[in-house]
């Protein structure tokens, strides 16, 4: 087949792309070459569009043990033990084939991991939809949810976690991110590393079919109505499969007869053996022959691109086979030898001893174009951001109403249907349960724990993208503060529209900027994570989304803090200030449809401090329940305190912040105002001075507000009383929330 | 007291209740692999929870075809205590170790959560230490676990006294909104006619530290050991052909 323009189209490669490619090559390619220039060239695989920007972010510290650029992140967690974790998206193949995209995007995250050495222990997942009354909302989710469920709970991995949004812009291009952690020994960790000439390149598991051929060059392209042709795109996940995958290769790396392993995910053979060859600075030579096929006739062409799920590929020590051999079939898997290491440099893959294709390693990975991408603010943006709170007073519910309609919205409402079809306590390690604040599980064999939070806030990114991702970075690291983990480090899954539009690479630089400010001044570096771009439908791009993933440790697991009130007679302590931001907020959104004004301001050595202390406050086991103050403000936090408490209420009375000339609006940007750094805390009596100094010592702003009792949700704002709600009503709301809306499918 | 717990490829329970058998209680416990020809001198068999060859034909449907399954099943004529937890319930119910079969959830539904259980039975090696009506709090994990068996079978097992926990209120009052899968008569475990093999769906295993916010699922275990330490020696019969 010749190679014409129409050729390079339907590779997602562009002419100028093609001549570099023929200049690094010194000659025209071959299909099967250009196939595989084709996936590493892909924005999934290469970031071309992102890499200069995530350059800028921070990813080192004492702390981490490996950053970005191997299959996941680690940082030390004490006792010799390292945390190895990280997001991805598996957006794209969701919204063609809900379950079995989201399937497989928990399996690949999770072999991620397992090919680090480490044994998985959590998984989270941060997830987007349209209005969940828009048709196929409910579908979607359910599919989703499934996926998750189907796979997660099949391998034997507790989903502890995560977030569900609602929002219109997300329903041609809903967003599945998946969270892994895993522990490993930190001395043991496993590199995706091929070296040393001669050694053999063994290939395990699933057999290799014609399913997935071009999913990253799928993944890098937006949708239209043909979208639901690329349906083959989509792979079938097999969790069984996976499972013995993962004990199976655990196991071999007790032996010391492993060079090095990848997973064969986005690009399948092809990324696995150019990335292992490139991070070992050698070659590996293949013959797809020797691949294990589901299907007959299959080229070299497709067995390369093939994105069959539960693959990995091993670099053994010569000498040491038949230890790797043994250690397979045990699992009746069989490890079969299909190459070799060499010391060129060189991906070369042959069938049936004849060579078809050999491209420089370096091409593909290091040498793989680089774009600065021209960028400049989006038309919307400066409209967006006005916000006159008194003109827009007029339709204006009150606050119980208010208050009502923020707890019975679905972004807002509990995700008890979700998370109980989700295996979230297998492995006895999960002591914070799911919907009671960051995921926690406890590290057995240790005094110690992880907290685990996924964040992020589409409608803030899209009022202002740097100021957006810092949100998301703060909102992160300080759930997991609440839990009493002090914040190690972050991963970050940043979804975006087209970057060949300047507004959407606008949009990206400045939320990278963003993160990196923000993940500087909290100390959470960046150890990894994933770009997901070309999130667009018909030209419609979602709310840039950078979704932050935030671990953190505690000490004591026994002292970890849930956001649920202890009883009656404890005092409440305001952490932190409200200032009546009401712009980007949920109450905007819900109570009167507006997506407007600036997201609330974040003083980074304030939020900095907040967290610190709220460690402190756990470790000293002065509090007894912790929440953070973010979507709805500062009256839902306090629903959300009294819920699950078996109908424990809480009067409190706060200050009007004068945010807005008028009073009414004053006390609803004081309830349902969204200011950063606060966080809502409950106490005994006796605690009270140790909770104020250390406060003080710190400079956090900290002052009782009221005290848990009665049976009711009250709060007076400048001493009127504005809330005035029986827990059990609103509890019967919130946990309505999301089913009322999915009557045909509730359980 | 030594734990046998069987490993079938696809379980993902086993850690667990090894943690609990030999972390938590002190017991000498090991894993049995699926291919094993013998028990290795384990006073107790537990088969746990997970998810036997990916459970893609029927839940537990391959597992009672693995070698370790002769040694279970003589272990267990002999009057050996089995437990089988969730998946390790659906492979004794394959493997017609105990009566009746699985049905998906009402609601089709996988359900992860906390429920109450009534104590029905305390003459089995399993419950020995409850009280009988005694309701515990346990969680429960599963996408099949809806009890079925047909009416004259149902019959029988209701008459032999066979159920050992059901699904009810905080109260111990039986309650469709406390049947979370809508199992027949709220059946959440059964033992067999002699009352030495006992499955259930719920997971003991993750309610025996105060860490995971439960901790009645200790009583299952307090149970086997003080069976172990009181009658268990002289309650098993000899292995035939044993030397």
Same mark, same amino acid.
């Given at each position: 087949m010749p190679i014409d323009p129409q050729v390079l189209e339907r590779h997602g490669l562009t002419s100028d792309e093609y001549v570099r490619l023929v200049a690094l090559l010194g000659r025209e390619p071959n299909m099967t070459e250009l196939g595989i220039f084709s996936v590493m060239w892909s924005e999934h695989c290469s970031y071309k569009s992102s890499r200069v920007h995530l350059r800028t972010l921070p990813t080192e510290g004492?702390?981490? +043990?490996q950053g970005p650029g191997e299959n996941a992140g680690a940082v030390d967690v004490g006792g010799g033990l390292a945390a190895v974790f990280k997001i991805e998206s598996h957006n794209h193949p969701s919204f063609i084939e809900p379950y079995q995209g989201a399937a497989t995007g928990v399996g690949g995250i999770i072999r991620d991991i397992f090919t680090m050495g480490a044994r998985p222990i959590a998984l989270l997942n941060s997830l987007r939809f349209g209005d969940l009354d828009a048709p196929g909302t409910a579908r979607l989710l359910d599919g989703v949810v499934s996926g998750i469920a189907g796979y997660g709970n099949s391998i034997g991995i507790p989903t502890i976690g995560g977030e569900i949004a609602f929002e219109p812009v997300y329903a041609g291009n809903p967003l599945v991110n998946v969270f892994c952690l895993g522990i490993a020994p930190a001395a043991e960790i496993v590199k995706g590393i091929a070296s040393g000439a001669g050694n053999p390149v063994y290939y395990v598991g699933a057999k290799t079919g014609r399913d997935g051929i071009h999913g990253a060059t799928m993944a890098s392209a937006e949708f239209d109505d043909r979208s639901a042709e690329k349906r083959p795109a989509v792979q079938v996940g097999d969790p069984f499969m996976e499972k013995l995958l993962l004990e199976a290769c655990l196991e071999v790396m007790k032996?010391? /007869? +492993?060079?090095g392993i990848q997973d064969? #995910? /986005? /690009?399948g053979l092809t990324c696995s053996t150019a990335e292992m060859g490139a991070r070992g600075g050698a070659g590996i030579e293949i013959d797809v022959a020797l691949v294990p096929q589901r299907e007959t006739g299959m080229t070299p062409y497709e067995i390369m691109l093939s994105e069959s799920q539960e693959r990995m590929l091993l670099v053994a020590r010569r000498g040491r086979e038949a230890e790797v051999e043994r250690v397979f079939e045990k699992w009746d898997l069989h490890a079969v030898r299909i190459g070799e290491v060499t010391a060129d440099g060189m991906l070369r893959v042959r069938a049936h001893g004849t060579v078809v294709a050999e491209i420089p390693n370096r091409a593909l990975t290091d040498e793989a174009p680089i774009y600065h991408r021209p960028a400049s603010p989006p038309e919307y943006l400066a409209a967006a951001q006005q916000l006159d709170l008194d003109a827009d007073a007029r339709r204006r519910p009150s606050p119980n109403d208010a208050l009502r309609s923020l707890l019975g919205s679905p972004t807002i409402g509990s995700k008890r249907w979700v998370y109980r079809q989700y295996d979230h306590m297998v492995r006895t390690n999960t002591i914070v349960l799911p919907g009671a604040g960051a995921g926690v599980v406890r590290l057995k064999g240790t005094d110690r724990a992880l907290a685990i939070s996924l964040d992020g806030n589409g409608r803030y990114c899209y009022l202002d993208p740097r100021q957006g991702a810092m949100l998301a970075v703060a909102e992160a690291a300080r759930n997991v503060a609440c839990a009493g983990a002090r914040p190690l480090a972050a991963t970050n899954c940043l979804n975006f529209g087209n970057p060949e539009r300047p507004a959407i690479m606008w949009q990206f630089a400045e939320a990278v900027q963003g993160i990196g400010a923000a993940c500087r001044a909290l100390d959470v570096p960046i150890t990894g994570g994933n770009v997901s771009l070309y999130n667009e439908t018909d030209g419609r791009a979602i709310y840039p989304t950078p979704v932050i993933g935030v671990v953190g440790l505690l000490e004591h697991a026994d002292r970890a803090l849930t956001r649920s009130f202890s009883g009656s007679g404890d005092l409440i302590v305001l952490l932190g200030e409200g200032r009546g931001e009401l712009g980007g907020s949920e109450y905007l959104k819900v109570t009167q449809g507006l997506v407007r004004g600036r997201p609330p301001a974040l003083d980074l050595a304030a939020e900095r401090a907040l967290q610190l202390l709220l460690v402190e406050l756990a470790e000293a086991r002065l509090i007894r329940s912790a929440h953070d103050c973010s979507d709805g403000g500062l009256a839902v936090a306090l629903a959300e305190c009294c819920f699950d408490t078996q109908g424990t209420g809480a009067e409190i009375a706060i200050d009007a912040? #004068? /945010?807005?000339?008028e009073a009414a609006l004053d006390t609803a940007a004081a309830l349902f105002g969204e200011s950063a750094s606060r966080a809502i805390v409950s106490t005994t009596g006796d605690a009270l001075a140790g909770i104020l100094a250390r406060a003080a010592s710190r400079g956090v702003p900290a002052r009782v507000i009221g005290q848990t009792g009665g049976s009711a949700i009250r709060i007076a704002v400048a001493g009127v009383t504005a809330i005035d709600l029986a827990v059990d009503d609103a509890e019967q709301i919130w946990i309505a929330a999301v089913t009322r809306h999915l009557t045909k499918h509730a359980a | 007291m030594r734990f046998g717990i069987v490993v079938f490829p696809g379980s993902n329970c086993e850690e667990d209740a090894l943690h609990a058998a030999r972390d938590l209680f002190g017991q000498d416990a090991d894993y049995l692999w699926h291919k094993d020809a013998d028990l290795k001198g384990a006073d107790v068999v537990v088969l746990p929870g997970g998810f036997a060859h990916g459970d893609y034909l029927r839940t537990g449907a391959m597992a009672p075809f693995s070698p370790v399954m002769g040694p279970v099943r003589e272990f267990a004529a002999r009057g050996g205590p089995v437990l089988g937890i969730c998946n390790g319930f659906q492979i004794l119910l394959e493997a017609g170790l105990l009566p009746g079969a699985m049905l998906r959830n009402r609601g089709l539904k996988y359900r992860c959560e906390h429920v109450h259980l009534r104590v029905e039975r305390t003459d089995t090696p399993f419950t020995r230490a409850a009280r009988q009506g005694q309701v515990l709090r346990i969680p429960i994990g599963h996408g099949e676990g809806n009890y079925f068996a047909p009416p004259d079978a149902l019959a029988a097992i209701e008459r032999n006294r066979q159920v050992v926990l059901r699904y009810t209120d905080a109260a111990g009052r039986l309650a469709d909104a406390a049947n979370p899968n809508g199992s027949v008569n709220a059946i959440a475990s059964v033992c067999s006619a002699s009352g030495n093999v006992v499955g259930m769906m719920p997971h003991p295993e993750r309610a025996c530290e105060p860490l995971l916010r439960g901790e009645d699922g200790r009583v299952i275990f307090e149970s086997i050991i003080d069976w172990f330490r009181s009658a268990g020696r002289r309650a098993l019969q000899p292995s035939v052909g044993a030397p």
């Amino acid at each position: 087949m010749p190679i014409d323009p129409q050729v390079l189209e339907r590779h997602g490669l562009t002419s100028d792309e093609y001549v570099r490619l023929v200049a690094l090559l010194g000659r025209e390619p071959n299909m099967t070459e250009l196939g595989i220039f084709s996936v590493m060239w892909s924005e999934h695989c290469s970031y071309k569009s992102s890499r200069v920007h995530l350059r800028t972010l921070p990813t080192e510290g004492p702390q981490v +043990l490996q950053g970005p650029g191997e299959n996941a992140g680690a940082v030390d967690v004490g006792g010799g033990l390292a945390a190895v974790f990280k997001i991805e998206s598996h957006n794209h193949p969701s919204f063609i084939e809900p379950y079995q995209g989201a399937a497989t995007g928990v399996g690949g995250i999770i072999r991620d991991i397992f090919t680090m050495g480490a044994r998985p222990i959590a998984l989270l997942n941060s997830l987007r939809f349209g209005d969940l009354d828009a048709p196929g909302t409910a579908r979607l989710l359910d599919g989703v949810v499934s996926g998750i469920a189907g796979y997660g709970n099949s391998i034997g991995i507790p989903t502890i976690g995560g977030e569900i949004a609602f929002e219109p812009v997300y329903a041609g291009n809903p967003l599945v991110n998946v969270f892994c952690l895993g522990i490993a020994p930190a001395a043991e960790i496993v590199k995706g590393i091929a070296s040393g000439a001669g050694n053999p390149v063994y290939y395990v598991g699933a057999k290799t079919g014609r399913d997935g051929i071009h999913g990253a060059t799928m993944a890098s392209a937006e949708f239209d109505d043909r979208s639901a042709e690329k349906r083959p795109a989509v792979q079938v996940g097999d969790p069984f499969m996976e499972k013995l995958l993962l004990e199976a290769c655990l196991e071999v790396m007790k032996t010391d /007869a +492993l060079v090095g392993i990848q997973d064969m #995910g /986005a /690009a399948g053979l092809t990324c696995s053996t150019a990335e292992m060859g490139a991070r070992g600075g050698a070659g590996i030579e293949i013959d797809v022959a020797l691949v294990p096929q589901r299907e007959t006739g299959m080229t070299p062409y497709e067995i390369m691109l093939s994105e069959s799920q539960e693959r990995m590929l091993l670099v053994a020590r010569r000498g040491r086979e038949a230890e790797v051999e043994r250690v397979f079939e045990k699992w009746d898997l069989h490890a079969v030898r299909i190459g070799e290491v060499t010391a060129d440099g060189m991906l070369r893959v042959r069938a049936h001893g004849t060579v078809v294709a050999e491209i420089p390693n370096r091409a593909l990975t290091d040498e793989a174009p680089i774009y600065h991408r021209p960028a400049s603010p989006p038309e919307y943006l400066a409209a967006a951001q006005q916000l006159d709170l008194d003109a827009d007073a007029r339709r204006r519910p009150s606050p119980n109403d208010a208050l009502r309609s923020l707890l019975g919205s679905p972004t807002i409402g509990s995700k008890r249907w979700v998370y109980r079809q989700y295996d979230h306590m297998v492995r006895t390690n999960t002591i914070v349960l799911p919907g009671a604040g960051a995921g926690v599980v406890r590290l057995k064999g240790t005094d110690r724990a992880l907290a685990i939070s996924l964040d992020g806030n589409g409608r803030y990114c899209y009022l202002d993208p740097r100021q957006g991702a810092m949100l998301a970075v703060a909102e992160a690291a300080r759930n997991v503060a609440c839990a009493g983990a002090r914040p190690l480090a972050a991963t970050n899954c940043l979804n975006f529209g087209n970057p060949e539009r300047p507004a959407i690479m606008w949009q990206f630089a400045e939320a990278v900027q963003g993160i990196g400010a923000a993940c500087r001044a909290l100390d959470v570096p960046i150890t990894g994570g994933n770009v997901s771009l070309y999130n667009e439908t018909d030209g419609r791009a979602i709310y840039p989304t950078p979704v932050i993933g935030v671990v953190g440790l505690l000490e004591h697991a026994d002292r970890a803090l849930t956001r649920s009130f202890s009883g009656s007679g404890d005092l409440i302590v305001l952490l932190g200030e409200g200032r009546g931001e009401l712009g980007g907020s949920e109450y905007l959104k819900v109570t009167q449809g507006l997506v407007r004004g600036r997201p609330p301001a974040l003083d980074l050595a304030a939020e900095r401090a907040l967290q610190l202390l709220l460690v402190e406050l756990a470790e000293a086991r002065l509090i007894r329940s912790a929440h953070d103050c973010s979507d709805g403000g500062l009256a839902v936090a306090l629903a959300e305190c009294c819920f699950d408490t078996q109908g424990t209420g809480a009067e409190i009375a706060i200050d009007a912040p #004068g /945010a807005a000339r008028e009073a009414a609006l004053d006390t609803a940007a004081a309830l349902f105002g969204e200011s950063a750094s606060r966080a809502i805390v409950s106490t005994t009596g006796d605690a009270l001075a140790g909770i104020l100094a250390r406060a003080a010592s710190r400079g956090v702003p900290a002052r009782v507000i009221g005290q848990t009792g009665g049976s009711a949700i009250r709060i007076a704002v400048a001493g009127v009383t504005a809330i005035d709600l029986a827990v059990d009503d609103a509890e019967q709301i919130w946990i309505a929330a999301v089913t009322r809306h999915l009557t045909k499918h509730a359980a | 007291m030594r734990f046998g717990i069987v490993v079938f490829p696809g379980s993902n329970c086993e850690e667990d209740a090894l943690h609990a058998a030999r972390d938590l209680f002190g017991q000498d416990a090991d894993y049995l692999w699926h291919k094993d020809a013998d028990l290795k001198g384990a006073d107790v068999v537990v088969l746990p929870g997970g998810f036997a060859h990916g459970d893609y034909l029927r839940t537990g449907a391959m597992a009672p075809f693995s070698p370790v399954m002769g040694p279970v099943r003589e272990f267990a004529a002999r009057g050996g205590p089995v437990l089988g937890i969730c998946n390790g319930f659906q492979i004794l119910l394959e493997a017609g170790l105990l009566p009746g079969a699985m049905l998906r959830n009402r609601g089709l539904k996988y359900r992860c959560e906390h429920v109450h259980l009534r104590v029905e039975r305390t003459d089995t090696p399993f419950t020995r230490a409850a009280r009988q009506g005694q309701v515990l709090r346990i969680p429960i994990g599963h996408g099949e676990g809806n009890y079925f068996a047909p009416p004259d079978a149902l019959a029988a097992i209701e008459r032999n006294r066979q159920v050992v926990l059901r699904y009810t209120d905080a109260a111990g009052r039986l309650a469709d909104a406390a049947n979370p899968n809508g199992s027949v008569n709220a059946i959440a475990s059964v033992c067999s006619a002699s009352g030495n093999v006992v499955g259930m769906m719920p997971h003991p295993e993750r309610a025996c530290e105060p860490l995971l916010r439960g901790e009645d699922g200790r009583v299952i275990f307090e149970s086997i050991i003080d069976w172990f330490r009181s009658a268990g020696r002289r309650a098993l019969q000899p292995s035939v052909g044993a030397p």
